[in-house]
């Protein structure tokens, strides 16, 4: 039996003013659910992030001030995007970066904090190919995953979910992984292992 069968998975991403969480916001956020080992549905919205967006961050993922009138603000979107997660393991490419943006935005605004069993996709990848050539843009490219958009929340989860797809039957058959839990612990070993944690500069958010 596939180690993804009849599991339930919440792909997430966010793009963000900058790379601190204790000065910075998000303001664009997505999952996408995989069901039984294939892609499901997804969410995504934009996040008013109360404070202009830096130049050097819209050259990244192209999100102006002007995209952002319209949006709701965090406290709006908060419970929306816990209640997706509800009590599933999550993905993430570079949990690193992500996590902390999450948990802020969880804290800040009333809602439930992430117990979640985390898999890190891109430990999943330096465990199985070493330390290096593993962003989001490159192992993409390296399995043929879609990836149109990148630096975009939505299209970042939707590579991360393929990646995740294309990785756990790796781990299952080269690695002997048998559960959820296992992988999930894998791939945060797999970080720690290898000595460094995921980087990214200032205002990149989605690598």
Known sequence: MSLLAGQRVVVVDVETTGWNPTRDAILEIACVTIDDGAIADSWSSLVQPGRPVPAEATRIHGITDAMLVSAPPPAVVAKPFRDRCGGSTIAIHN?????????????????????????????????????????????????????????????????????????????????????????????????????????????????
């Not at 985390?118 to 043929?144: C, K, Q």
Request: hydrophobic share 45%; charged share 20%; no cysteine.
């Open 95 to 207: 949990a690193d970066f992500d996590l902390p943006f999450l948990e802020a935005l969880l804290r800040r605004h009333g809602a439930d904090p992430l117990y979640n069993p985390v898999i890190d996709t891109l430990g999943l990848a330096r465990g199985l190919f070493g330390p290096g050539g593993n962003s989001l843009a490159e192992l993409t490219r390296r399995h043929g995953i879609a990836h149109a958009n990148a630096h975009r929340a939505l299209d970042d989860a939707r590579a991360t979910a393929g990646l995740l797809l294309a990785l756990a039957p790796r781990w299952e058959s080269d690695r002997g992984t048998h559960s959820m839990a296992e992988l999930a612990a894998a791939s945060q070993d797999a970080i720690r292992l290898t000595g460094k944690r995921g980087s990214r500069p200032p205002a990149l958010a989605g690598v």
